[in-house]
Every structure is written in C-alpha cells, then in structure tokens.
C-alpha cells in the first residue's frame, strides 16, 4: 500500500502522530524533571486501569465496580514479593506475577458471577472489593500479627518505563480487541446477549475472557505502582475510589472512541494532581462538582462534544456551499 492510500484511508497522520508522541514519552526520563515523570507515570496508571475497565465494560454494558480487587491484588504481589528485606524475584516478574494472580482471579470470579445482570453483577463486583480487604486484614491482624508491609522503593524512572510499557501493550491488546471477531462478538453481548447467544456466540466465555483480559493490566499497573508508595495495608491496596474513579473517566472521555477513556483519564488524573496540591482540603469537593457538571451536560464525553462539534461545522460548511 502506497503513501497516497494511507493518506486516502486515514491513516498516515495518525499514525506518525503516535510514533512522535511515544518517542516522547519513552524519552521524558531524559530530558523531563523528576516532576513530570512522576506525574505521567500517575497519569499512565490512571489511563490504564480506565482503558481495563472499558475493555470489559464498555461493550458488554456490564458495570463492574471490581477493579479496585485487581488493581489491588497486583499492589499485594509487590508487597509480598518485593519485601524491604530484599526481593525474592525481578521487578519484571513480579510486575508479570501482579497480573496474572488478577487474571486467574478475574476468571474464577467472573465464571461464577457473569451470569447476573444489571444491578446485581455490580453489587457483588463491588463487595469483591470489600471482601479481599476484609479477608487480608482479618490474616494480618490475627494470622501474621502485623497490619501492612513495606515495598522495596524503585527509582521513579524504572517505574515510569515499566508503566509506559504495561500502558503500550493494553492499548495495543485494546485496539485489536476491537478490530477482531472476539471485539465483534463482545459489541454484539452488548447490544443484545440473547440474540448474540442465538447467533452462537459463546456470551458466558467471551464475557469471562474478557474480563480477565482487562484484570490483568489492572494487576501489572498495581504491582507496579505499589514500589512508588512503599507501604502498603488493605486499606491502601483496596481503595474503594480505585473501583469509581476509572467508571468516571471513562464516561468524562466517553467510552465510544478508542481515544476517550484515555483522554478522559489524562485530564482527570492531571485535575486530581492540581487540586491536591492547591486545594489539599477542598479537592475531593471541588473533584465532585466537576464530575457532576460533566456528566449532565457531556452525556457522550469529551469525543462526542468534539464529534458534534465537528458535525456542527461540517453542515454549517455544507449550507454556505
């Protein structure tokens, strides 16, 4: 395929867009300040655990509130893997450990649980949460004596490399995903599952599969991330907000276009970073006030704003004509 049909197709420009921008972003650590890639690297964990959620969520129309339990399942590999004490594995495999201990994880609880619908299906994938958190700190307090464990510290560049790469291989995943029969197939449960369970669309696997597809990631960016905060308890690694936070990027960004989980993540992520740090008793308020506005006046997130936009545009250029 030639220069000219790229271009015709749509692809060229974009596609020189990202190579440019991930040139970029490989070699911030390089010319970046400490600041920066410490904020990307947030930046890159909160856009991961969205893009996981909508993996799953985002066809299906199935509201999972679990990602804090994945999420927190790969901090705790850390946590046991890379004690203070010294590390029992290399930081990559424990990185690979986080997310497949949440994958195994996703796959048994979403082969007993993706049956429910609706309402119910998001009780128990919240309560998930809470059961892990109750359970480690019922073993803590009781088996081992001890509340919370100490992770080896990482230099900051190390983590923001390893997170980059986990954040390259999800959108990569995300993208054939959706340009596959097995994105086909999650779009048509989505749309209807008894006329996809009609069609021979095996829905309970493909559900489950996919479900433990976006776990992993989520496992790999908490088993990262967990060397950057150094201590970690239950309370820490189960953080309900880690369940909601991502549902609301999501949605901000708008779960339509391949680009708006992680739009939607980046601005929100760099927004918590600002209020944090100018408004550190207000921020949670202030956070509130501009999801809500979001939300009633950008029901199709940021994508569908701009598309609508555009659309505007185009027809007020058609009617001149």
């Known amino acids: 395929m030639d220069i000219t049909r790229l271009k015709s197709k749509g692809f060229f420009i974009p596609g020189i867009i990202i190579i440019l921008l991930l040139a970029a972003l490989a070699t911030l650590p390089i010319y970046g300040s400490i600041y920066m890639v410490v904020l ?3 930046i890159l964990m909160y856009i991961i655990i969205t893009v996981g959620w909508v993996f799953f969520s985002g066809p299906t129309g199935y509201m999972s509130l679990a990602t804090a339990a994945f999420f927190g399942v790969g901090i705790y590999a850390s946590a046991i893997l890379l004690p203070i004490t010294g590390a ?6 424990v990185v690979a450990i986080g997310g497949v201990a949440s994958f195994i994880l996703a796959l048994l609880v979403g082969a007993l649980t993706l049956r429910l619908k609706g309402i119910y299906f998001a009780m128990f994938s919240f309560g998930l949460v809470e059961l892990i958190k109750q359970l480690l700190l019922f073993w803590e307090m009781t088996i081992t004596g001890t509340r919370g464990r100490y ?4 230099e900051n560049n190390e983590i923001y490399w390893v997170m980059l790469g986990i954040f390259v291989l999800l959108m990569i995943t995300y993208y054939l995903t959706r340009h596959s029969k097995f994105g086909l197939a999650l779009q048509s449960i989505g749309e209807n599952e008894d006329a996809a369970a009609h069609r021979g669309v095996n829905v309970t696997m493909m559900k489950v599969l996919a479900f433990a597809i976006s776990s992993f990631f989520m496992g790999a960016a908490g088993a990262i991330i967990a060397t950057k905060w150094t201590y970690i308890d239950p309370y820490i690694a189960f953080n309900a907000l ?3 936070l991502p549902v609301l990027m999501a949605i901000f960004g708008g779960v339509g276009q391949l680009y708006g989980p992680v739009i939607g993540a980046a601005i929100f992520a760099y927004l918590e970073e600002v209020l944090l740090t100018k408004f550190p008793y207000y921020y949670m308020l202030i956070f509130g006030i501009v999801l809500i506005i979001a939300i009633i006046y950008l029901p199709d ?3 569908g704003l701009v598309q609508r936009l555009w659309r505007r545009r185009l027809g007020g250029q058609h009617a001149n004509t």
């Open 151 to 154: 992770v080896i510290l990482i």
């Open 40 to 42: 990307i690297t947030a």
């Open 301 to 303: 997130g940021l994508t």
């Open 242 to 244: 880690f369940s909601f």
């Open 88 to 93: 029992v594995l290399p930081l990559l495999a």
